[in-house]
């Protein structure tokens, strides 16, 4: 009888076993790297669309459309009396010259109706500038002179395009079509730069209304809240990460500024109108209120950044500081902080370009107000440009369509400015170790 021996099949080697699934796994890599590549993709698509549409709707409101007459600076309709002064010319009847000069142009339209249209196509400010000239000019008086005047803001989206072709167009725009064409076979029609976008405060007609207004409100409020935060915040880093003691209440205070990082913006505008304005009597819509409570708002932000710009700091550089005698005070300000300040002016930069951008917070302590006079010091009604953006988005002219977008494309100008001074910051100074 012959002995039969079983064997056991030999165990699978571990190299066997590594490149049986090294096929899977290469295509498991090569799956998460589409993937990430297709996010990419897909957030790069959202916002090239989100940009082309602000801009889009925006670049047109940096031109206006303006409209030649010849303006006879009649001194009977200027200065009825003859005295010659500048508070009588001031006091003239300015809006008869514009009137009389397109009412002129356009013999035929005889009907009321047709008239009060024709005066509409000329912007409301055109009395304005034909004062300010006289004022600037006394000689004008007696004179004919042609003189370019905005349009009003309906005929300006007419003349862009922005209000459909003709057989869109009411019969109020299909005239004021007619007459913008003959206009234009005249060349009494001219785009230019709309410069009272620029130097213009807030106003109730399109035309007139302006972002310099918001852009000095924003800049009052950020000038209070770097000058506030700025030092508190960095102050605050270094005691917290080079001197205070390691205990519960340090804890305490470190859990509690990350927490204070994380709370939505609107509960700083609730503190700031509960504390400044209604137990302090601060001014209500000021910027030294705003200032304040975007102070509030990025000091975690500041002092987080600050924290970690010191922990980057080897250790070694301590130590070698103190070995050669320096005190701890010494160390601190001559060796460590010198290396972490790219990365705190880093933070700090990043946290007043979230608070240029917000405006939850200030909408609860009445900066939403309509505000025509542009502000001159912290404590005159102000508004800032993300207001004004909100504003201007909630108005039923059409023409406010192209200047929200416009005050957008400037926000997003000096948020862009503000990262990357924050970017070539970093880049500049920053030590690798």
């Given at each position: 009888?012959?002995?039969?021996?079983?064997?056991?099949?030999?165990?699978?080697r571990?190299?066997?076993?590594?490149?049986?699934?090294?096929?899977?796994?290469?295509?498991?890599?090569?799956?998460?790297?589409?993937?990430?590549?297709?996010?990419?993709?897909?957030?790069?698509?959202f916002?090239?669309?989100?940009?082309?549409?602000?801009?889009?709707?925006g670049?047109?409101?940096?031109?206006?459309?303006?409209?030649?007459?010849?303006i006879?600076?009649?001194?009977?309709?200027?200065?009825?009396?003859?005295?010659?002064?500048?508070d009588?010319q001031?006091?003239?009847?300015?809006?008869?010259?514009?009137?009389?000069?397109?009412?002129?142009?356009?013999?035929?339209?005889?009907?009321?109706?047709?008239?009060r249209?024709l005066?509409?196509?000329?912007?409301?400010?055109?009395?304005?500038?034909?004062?300010?000239?006289?004022?600037?000019?006394?000689?004008l008086?007696?004179t004919?002179q042609?003189?370019?005047l905005?349009?009003?803001?309906?005929?300006?989206m007419l003349?862009?395009?922005?209000?459909g072709?003709?057989?869109?167009l009411?019969?109020?725009?299909?005239?004021?079509?007619?007459?913008?064409?003959?206009l234009?076979?005249?060349?009494?029609?001219?785009?230019?730069?709309?410069?009272?976008?620029?130097?213009?405060?807030?106003?109730r007609?399109?035309?007139?209304?302006?972002?310099?207004?918001a852009?000095?409100?924003?800049?009052?409020?950020?000038l209070?809240?770097?000058?506030?935060?700025?030092?508190?915040?960095?102050?605050?880093?270094?005691y917290l990460?080079?001197f205070?003691?390691?205990?519960?209440?340090?804890?305490?205070?470190?859990?509690?500024?990350?927490?204070?990082a994380?709370?939505?913006?609107?509960v700083?505008?609730?503190?700031?109108?509960?504390?400044?304005?209604?137990?302090?009597?601060?001014?209500r819509?000021?910027?030294?209120?705003?200032?304040?409570?975007?102070?509030l708002?990025?000091?975690?932000?500041?002092?987080?950044?600050?924290?970690?710009?010191?922990?980057?700091?080897?250790?070694?550089?301590?130590e070698?500081?103190?070995?050669?005698?320096?005190?701890?005070?010494?160390?601190?300000?001559?060796?460590?902080?010198p290396?972490?300040?790219?990365?705190?002016?880093?933070?700090?930069?990043?946290?007043?370009?979230r608070?240029?951008?917000?405006?939850?917070?200030l909408?609860?302590?009445g900066?939403?107000?309509?505000?025509?006079?542009?502000p001159?010091?912290?404590?005159?009604p102000?508004?800032?440009?993300?207001?004004?953006?909100?504003?201007?988005?909630?108005s039923?002219?059409?023409?406010?369509?192209?200047?929200?977008?416009?005050?957008?494309?400037?926000?997003?100008?000096?948020?862009?400015v503000?990262?990357?001074c924050?970017?070539?910051?970093?880049?500049?100074?920053?030590?690798?170790?």
């Amino acid at each position: 009888m012959s002995n039969f021996s079983t064997q056991k099949p030999a165990a699978p080697r571990s190299h066997d076993i590594v490149m049986a699934g090294l096929g899977k796994r290469r295509n498991a890599e090569l799956r998460f790297r589409a993937y990430g590549l297709g996010a990419i993709v897909i957030a790069l698509v959202f916002l090239v669309l989100l940009f082309t549409s602000i801009v889009s709707k925006g670049y047109s409101a940096f031109l206006y459309t303006n409209v030649a007459l010849d303006i006879h600076f009649d001194a009977q309709a200027i200065d009825p009396e003859g005295l010659g002064t500048p508070d009588a010319q001031a006091n003239g009847d300015y809006d008869i010259l514009w009137k009389t000069a397109i009412y002129g142009l356009f013999p035929e339209v005889t009907e009321r109706q047709k008239k009060r249209a024709l005066a509409g196509f000329i912007g409301s400010s055109a009395g304005q500038r034909l004062r300010a000239m006289v004022k600037s000019d006394p000689k004008l008086v007696g004179t004919t002179q042609r003189v370019w005047l905005p349009v009003d803001d309906a005929i300006d989206m007419l003349a862009k395009g922005n209000l459909g072709d003709a057989a869109e167009l009411s019969d109020r725009n299909k005239d004021s079509l007619v007459w913008l064409t003959t206009l234009q076979e005249q060349n009494r029609i001219r785009k230019a730069i709309n410069r009272e976008f620029f130097t213009n405060g807030d106003s109730r007609e399109p035309e007139a209304a302006g972002i310099w207004g918001a852009v000095s409100g924003s800049a009052f409020t950020l000038l209070v809240t770097i000058g506030l935060s700025l030092p508190v915040g960095i102050a605050a880093a270094i005691y917290l990460e080079e001197f205070s003691p390691r205990n519960k209440w340090t804890d305490f205070i470190e859990v509690n500024i990350n927490n204070l990082a994380a709370v939505p913006s609107i509960v700083y505008g609730l503190l700031g109108l509960a504390v400044f304005i209604n137990t302090f009597g601060l001014p209500r819509s000021s910027p030294l209120v705003g200032g304040l409570v975007l102070t509030l708002m990025t000091l975690p932000v500041i002092i987080i950044a600050g924290r970690s710009a010191l922990k980057s700091v080897p250790p070694s550089v301590r130590e070698a500081a103190l070995g050669i005698g320096a005190s701890p005070v010494q160390m601190v300000f001559d060796h460590v902080l010198p290396l972490a300040m790219p990365g705190m002016l880093t933070g700090a930069i990043i946290g007043t370009a979230r608070a240029l951008g917000e405006s939850a917070p200030l909408l609860m302590i009445g900066m939403v107000a309509f505000i025509v006079d542009v502000p001159t010091s912290l404590t005159s009604p102000a508004t800032v440009l993300p207001v004004q953006i909100y504003l201007w988005a909630d108005s039923p002219e059409r023409a406010f369509v192209e200047r929200t977008s416009a005050a957008i494309m400037v926000l997003l100008v000096f948020l862009i400015v503000m990262n990357g001074c924050a970017v070539y910051l970093r880049k500049r100074y920053e030590r690798r170790w």
